[in-house]
């Protein structure tokens, strides 16, 4: 598979990986206690905390100065031998939570195989769609960052678990190189090294199992299941620094490569959770009273008011449900002020709600086998229309791949 490459990975060398590993940046982005409370925990510890920008605080004063503390601690780390590198490999993880169990597998994919426009003949593609406008401050910590760190989940439509299933099943014969507990309720991480050929191998039977199976010729083999901006920022990195390389040099530059999970579609440890609104500084009443009269339909979504609760009527298909509640949402501040955030788990959602007096909607589902389809068909959803897991179900931060030569 073309998309997908094999590439040296940077794993920590650290005493206390419950305190390394730090949960995705684009979490709890209501909720600063979460992270004063992460803060504490790792104390002066070795951490990716150091390493990247929770999103709470994009919008404080001083984020310049974060963004340089945190390259600076990324050429630290470094040059302090707190990385090894695994070379040319793999690997398959494991990820444990209160909830389930998944697998995942962590590779390198080509940056100019992706795409988040439609229509599109990439190989890897956005399922929602992606706001150009919070590009740029994600590209600023990027472009002077040595390393980075994924927390992009990619998806492939395995439906005879060719992959990733196969590879756990062989896991006994596997290099263990990490299995320890998470911090802040995330369950628990191991991961095994997985020689390059038995994944292509894998891979190559996939893309047999998935060829014409959407109607349709394509190309279409691997789709974006959370962090679409990383991914499309990374490719803006990409975009600026090889129009400076040759050709030679472009092939091999190790920016031009982004390192992600990939999991499968299917496996049950997956399950795909609605991404709530809440929308403030807004007449709450009049708010609600547009929500109801904009929306129609088969399907019921439930909205809470301070003490009031209402079902207000909408689209029984749920991604068609949540553009027409987006579409709201954006028109309405548009015309009369006020702001959203998007929110995982119910409740996170009540208790930021309650704690700021906005409003909020609880979003519908959207079954995830109809996901490759859906894109095939119409291109990507609106943008947060799901999540892959409750909030501590995301991505923690434990490899790191090296982006400059």
Same mark, same amino acid.
């Given at each position: 598979?073309? *998309?997908?490459?094999?590439? &040296?990975?940077?794993?920590?060398?650290?005493?206390?990986? #419950?305190?390394?590993?730090?949960?995705?940046?684009?979490?709890?982005?209501?909720?600063? &206690?979460?992270?004063? *409370?992460?803060?504490?925990?790792?104390?002066?510890?070795?951490?990716? =905390?150091?390493?990247?920008?929770?999103?709470?605080?994009?919008?404080?004063?001083? /984020?310049?100065?974060? *963004?340089?503390? @945190?390259?600076?601690?990324?050429?630290?780390?470094?040059?302090?031998?707190?990385?090894?590198?695994?070379?040319?490999?793999? @690997?398959?993880?494991?990820?444990?939570?209160?909830?389930?169990?998944?697998?995942?597998?962590?590779?390198?994919?080509?940056?100019?195989?992706?795409?988040?426009?439609?229509?599109?003949?990439?190989?890897? !593609?956005?399922?929602?769609?992606?706001?150009?406008?919070?590009?740029?401050? !994600?590209?600023?910590? !990027?472009?002077?960052?040595?390393?980075?760190?994924?927390?992009?989940?990619?998806?492939?439509?395995?439906?005879?678990?060719?992959?990733?299933?196969?590879?756990?099943?062989?896991?006994?014969?596997?290099?263990?190189?990490?299995?320890?507990?998470?911090?802040?309720?995330?369950?628990?991480? *191991?991961?095994?090294?997985?020689?390059?050929?038995?994944?292509?191998?894998?891979?190559?039977?996939?893309?047999?199992?998935?060829?014409?199976?959407?109607?349709?010729?394509?190309?279409?083999?691997?789709?974006?299941?959370?962090?679409?901006?990383?991914?499309?920022?990374?490719? /803006?990195?990409?975009?600026?620094?090889?129009?400076? =390389?040759?050709?030679?040099?472009?092939?091999?530059?190790?920016?031009?490569?982004?390192?992600?999970?990939?999991?499968?579609?299917?496996?049950?440890?997956?399950?795909?959770?609605?991404?709530?609104?809440?929308?403030?500084?807004?007449?709450?009443?009049?708010?609600?009273?547009?929500?109801?009269?904009? =929306?129609?339909?088969?399907?019921?979504? #439930?909205?809470?008011?301070?003490?009031?609760? #209402?079902?207000?009527?909408?689209?029984?298909?749920?991604?068609?449900? @949540?553009?027409?509640?987006?579409?709201?949402?954006?028109?309405?501040?548009?015309?009369?002020?006020?702001?959203?955030?998007?929110?995982?788990?119910?409740?996170? =959602?009540?208790?930021?709600?309650?704690?700021?007096?906005?409003?909020?909607?609880?979003?519908?589902?959207?079954?995830?086998?109809?996901?490759?389809?859906?894109?095939?068909?119409?291109?990507?959803?609106?943008?947060?229309?799901?999540?892959?897991?409750?909030?501590?179900?995301?991505?923690?931060?434990? #490899?790191?791949?090296?982006?400059?030569?």
């Amino acid at each position: 598979m073309r *998309t997908i490459k094999c590439v &040296d990975i940077l794993l920590p060398r650290v005493a206390e990986p #419950e305190k390394w590993a730090v949960v995705s940046c684009d979490q709890f982005t209501s909720q600063r &206690d979460y992270w004063q *409370t992460l803060e504490s925990f790792v104390g002066d510890a070795p951490s990716t =905390l150091r390493l990247i920008f929770p999103e709470v605080y994009l919008e404080d004063d001083g /984020a310049g100065e974060r *963004t340089e503390k @945190i390259n600076c601690t990324m050429k630290e780390y470094l040059a302090g031998n707190v990385f090894h590198t695994l070379k040319d490999s793999f @690997i398959l993880v494991k990820r444990d939570t209160e909830l389930r169990s998944r697998l995942g597998l962590i590779v390198a994919i080509v940056l100019e195989d992706y795409s988040y426009n439609y229509p599109t003949e990439a190989p890897l !593609r956005a399922t929602e769609g992606v706001v150009a406008d919070r590009i740029p401050p !994600r590209l600023k910590i !990027r472009r002077d960052a040595p390393i980075e760190l994924p927390h992009i989940l990619v998806v492939m439509d395995d439906r005879k678990g060719r992959v990733i299933e196969d590879l756990y099943a062989h896991r006994d014969s596997l290099e263990k190189l990490y299995d320890f507990d998470l911090n802040m309720k995330g369950g628990h991480l *191991t991961g095994y090294r997985v020689d390059k050929d038995q994944v292509f191998d894998r891979l190559a039977l996939y893309e047999k199992d998935i060829d014409g199976l959407y109607g349709v010729r394509t190309d279409f083999t691997l789709a974006v299941g959370d962090g679409n901006h990383s991914l499309a920022t990374a490719q /803006a990195h990409w975009n600026e620094i090889k129009v400076k =390389l040759t050709e030679e040099e472009r092939e091999s530059h190790p920016a031009r490569f982004a390192l992600c999970e990939l999991e499968n579609l299917h496996d049950s440890g997956i399950a795909f959770e609605p991404i709530h609104r809440v929308v403030f500084d807004v007449d709450n009443v009049d708010f609600v009273t547009t929500l109801r009269s904009r =929306l129609n339909g088969g399907g019921k979504l #439930e909205v809470v008011c301070g003490d009031n609760r #209402e079902m207000i009527a909408c689209n029984h298909i749920g991604a068609e449900c @949540i553009a027409e509640v987006q579409k709201v949402i954006d028109e309405y501040i548009a015309e009369k002020g006020g702001t959203v955030d998007y929110i995982h788990g119910t409740e996170h =959602l009540l208790s930021v709600a309650k704690g700021k007096g906005g409003v909020a909607i609880f979003m519908p589902t959207i079954k995830k086998d109809e996901l490759f389809q859906y894109v095939v068909d119409h291109g990507n959803l609106s943008r947060k229309s799901f999540s892959m897991g409750e909030a501590e179900e995301k991505r923690y931060y434990y #490899e790191c791949h090296k982006i400059v030569r």
